[in-house]
């Protein structure tokens, strides 16, 4: 990660490489509206079961979604939490430039301040 | 309607991630400028608060890299780069920072812009950084959202109020 940041780098890469795929995200949509088994989340796409739930597990791995504990029935559920961290590391940049632009502000006073003596002491011999 | 908020809302969220910032500093132009683009007084300021700079090389030339470490207060380094990619001076700098992943693979790109206008001899400064691979995602997923079920949109807008 390029800045001090309280998310782990690999986690990020995780959420915005599972959110790098339409068939995921539009799983995302779905869920939105409530848990969903396997077999009824599978049932607008043209793919077999196995190929869903390889999806799935990318989405569970990066914590988008939660699988219940239910040999039979295992729904799916959303977990936002994630997205929040990406929303985040970008509100992060705000508070990045905020605090160095700060600190521009003071250096160039600074700067400017330290001429000016100069300049005087220059004038002054 | 709870869904066109709903769209809305998620814009706001992801979509246009962007920061801008605007500052008046009272400096001329030309050295606002030169404190961007020459290493030995970007090192004196960048980065938050407590925080030093070990390594700071700047090739400014478009084309050109940057490179800074940054030390925190704890001791931890923080490296960080991009490229140059406009250098008109001295209104203009557009310049990318890329974070890595722990194997130092790009996964997101920020491209920075900072135009710098004179101002009764103070310098108004506007900086714009957009996450240009977080909007990608971004966008792509509200389509996926719109074209997908609409049912979904108002649990998901609760899902995003949370955010």
Not at chain 1, 60 to 89: N, Y
């Given at each position: ?22 068939t995921r995200r539009a799983v995302l949509a779905r869920l ?9 989340l ?13 999806h799935l597990?990318?989405l ?66 | ?163």
């Amino acid at each position: 990660m390029s800045l001090p940041n309280p998310i782990p780098p690999d986690t990020l890469s995780t959420t915005l490489s599972a959110l790098a795929d339409p068939t995921r995200r539009a799983v995302l949509a779905r869920l939105a509206s409530g848990d969903l088994s396997v077999t009824e989340l599978a049932e607008p796409f043209d793919m077999s079961l196995p190929a869903v739930s390889k999806h799935l597990k990318v989405l569970e791995r990066a914590g988008l979604i939660a699988r219940g504990r239910d040999a039979q029935w295992r729904p799916c559920r959303l977990q936002a939490s994630p997205l929040k961290d990406v929303a985040d590391w970008v509100e992060h940049y705000r508070r990045f430039w905020e605090e160095s632009l700060d600190r521009l502000d003071d250096y160039l006073q600074a700067l400017q301040s330290k001429e000016k003596k100069h300049g005087r002491n220059k004038r002054k011999r | 309607m709870a869904g066109t908020n709903a769209k809305g809302e998620a814009r706001g969220n992801f979509a246009e991630r962007e920061v801008v910032i605007t500052r008046i500093f009272d400096a001329p132009r030309a050295l606002v400028f030169k404190a961007w683009t020459d290493p030995k007084h970007l090192k004196r300021w960048w980065g938050p608060k407590m925080f030093t700079n070990p390594v700071c090389e700047v090739d400014a030339r478009v084309g050109g890299a940057w490179r800074i470490v940054m030390r925190g207060p704890d001791g931890v380094d923080y490296p960080c780069g991009g490229v140059y990619r406009e250098i008109v001076e001295p209104e203009r700098l557009v310049f990318t920072n890329i974070a890595t992943d722990n194997d130092g693979n790009p996964i997101l790109d920020g491209l920075t812009t900072v135009t710098f206008e004179e101002q009764g001899g103070k310098t108004k400064l506007t900086l714009t950084t957009r996450a240009v691979a977080l909007v990608e995602y971004a966008a792509a997923y509200l389509q996926g959202m719109e074209a997908g079920w609409t049912q979904s949109l108002e649990s998901l807008a609760e899902e995003l109020a949370k955010l």
